[in-house]
């Protein structure tokens, strides 16, 4: 293993990451305590891991379970990806603890658009940072792959019903073979269970029985099912479709980012391949005419979207600038899905850290959406209990909250980020103190890690750790992972594993959830806002309302929550900035995820699919054809 040596000034992240040595992936998957038998090797830096893993250490002891996540940030981020990965490196490479850390995969919107990558920066990063951030091992593709399959079939389904009686239709789903005999595949006993027919043969079907089995009516009106991409395009948020001569059957509809497709939450909330493909043929994509819901079984494609998935369900595995194990896994944004790693990839580290080791787990974006939805979906779903959550935190985000002017991508900070001014600081903590007396609300430790900064000075820093103390933080710790790496995170390893301890000694406090699930849909919408962002009430615009209706009569009132608004603010207006109080919320829309498990409801002024800058990062991203290294991400 190479000498880690950080260097002074840092360098950039991909510089760093192209100077590293990584070990071969199967010595970090010995290491690790994975056998060989165990893992799909794709290249010498990165590795597909099998389910098996977790099934042979179904009896070994769960690991402590970390949560990281973040006050509301700046556009520019606060390194909580950077921090997850620095403290894993803290707890593996220097306190010798068995230390796993688990974050997403991240999309390429982010990556050729404004905020980069997400593999963490400087000495505290996923390497190669390259294979990382870009194809990795193909599962966004996969999840591309298997919405636009599920948006085809929805399109194609109606065209064929719209041309053909309800005979044709039947002779070609299920036609004769060379004997004469007609068969119902598997997918199609799913629909007719549905439907109350306990026949085999089709032959047996009776005309109306065969109306109801061929005719799914969907209700354009009601298709919340998008296609999806992997880039940011503003340009096909609204889009027309069904104008081709031969179809002549326009409908309006839209585009998703990959990242927000029900797709990738089912991969992020699954828990077996079994589990995947009920949850996938669950999906609903819309209504019947007469209010049924509809489902990916009822499209026939349930089966064929477990074939397109079914190696993206195992979690690939990496490792830091010094050598520990990370598992990548899965995608979801936290703006606008439930913003997590995928409970497998957890669940598979708890078991391999042992009942003294680490998983050290991400949740996107600010405690108000990351956090709030890995405690009462992810966990909810998983069964796993977190000790710990880390709120990381900036001066420099501190600062924008107190009153500093916007921090711009691209632009130099105002002077105001650069000079001390405690004024700010002291002001803009409120908004980490409401993350932190939110974390309270769980039952879970709270630790905050002040991502530094060159620019922070030790009166800031100071400020900011006795104000947290005071709030409740179980400890607030400086860190300075980014230009030490590991070495940088020593003290919040330290605090992580304190308040771990703790929390294991401690019988009195336990985790809890916010709602429970047998409340109605706006009592749960309801708790967040006010619990969760300091709302003062929620009204619902006549679409949400009628579709909270529809979804209550269909039966999914029991399901949990997942808010649709800003990162950048408690609100969901992204310029209020601090800790805001009495606001009203506004639930536009609602939508429902039967597959992943939740109810979404979209607030205030948010895209599902991001649009471009005028400079968006893809201007730096080339290939140097004399080294054959890709240059400028970041």
Known sequence: MAEFVCLDPVPSDIAI????????????????GILPDELEIYGRNKAKISLAVRDRLKDQPLGNYVVVTGINPTPLGEGKSTTTIGLAQALGAHLNRRAFACIRQPSQGPTFGTKGGAAGGGYAQVIP????????????????????????????????ESKQSDSALFNRLCPEDSDGKRHFVPVMIRRLQKLGI???????????????????????????????????????????????????????????????????????????????????GNMVIGMSRSGQPVTADDLGVGGALLVLMKDAIMPTLMQTIEHTPVLVHAGPFANIAHGNSSIIADQIALRLAGEDGFCITEAGFGADIGMEKFFNIKCRYSGLQPRCAVIVATVRALKMHGGGPPVVAGKKPDVVYREENLELVKAGCANLLHHVRNVAKYGVRCVVAINKFTSDTLSEVELVKSLCLEAGAFAAVLA????????????????????CGTAARDTTSTFRFLYPLDIPLKSKIESICVSMYGAGSVEYSELAERRLSAFTSAGYNNLPICI????????????????????????????????????????????????????PGFYDVDYDFVSGRIVGLF
């Open 129 to 160: 940072m390259e294979d990382f951030n870009l194809h990795l091992t193909g599962d966004i593709h996969a999840v591309t792959a298997a919405n636009n399959l599920v948006a085809a079939a929805i399109d194609t389904r109606m065209f064929h």
């Open 17 to 32: 990451s192209q100077a590293a040595v990584p070990s071969h992936i199967q010595d970090i998957a010995n290491n690790a």
């Open 198 to 280: 306990n026949k085999t043969n089709p032959n047996e079907l009776s005309e109306d029985e065969i109306r109801k089995f061929v005719r799914l009516d969907i209700d354009p009106s009601t298709i919340t099912w998008q296609r999806v991409l992997d880039v940011c395009d503003r340009f096909v948020r609204q889009v027309t479709v069904g104008k081709g001569k031969e179809e002549n059957m326009p409908r309006e509809t839209g585009f998703d980012i990959s990242v927000a497709s029900e797709v990738m939450a089912v991969l992020a909330l699954t828990t077996s391949l079994e589990d995947m493909r009920e949850r996938l």
């Open 564 to 615: 649709a608004k800003t990162q950048y603010s408690l609100s969901t207006d992204a310029t209020l900035k601090g800790a805001p109080s009495g606001f009203k919320i506004f639930v536009r829309d609602v939508r429902v995820a039967v597959g992943a498990g939740f109810v979404y409801p979209i607030c205030g002024d948010i895209n599902t699919i991001p649009g471009l800058a005028t400079r």
């Open 480 to 499: 300075d992972h980014w230009a030490k790496g590991g070495a940088g995170a020593i003290d919040l390893a330290n605090a992580v594993v304190a308040a």
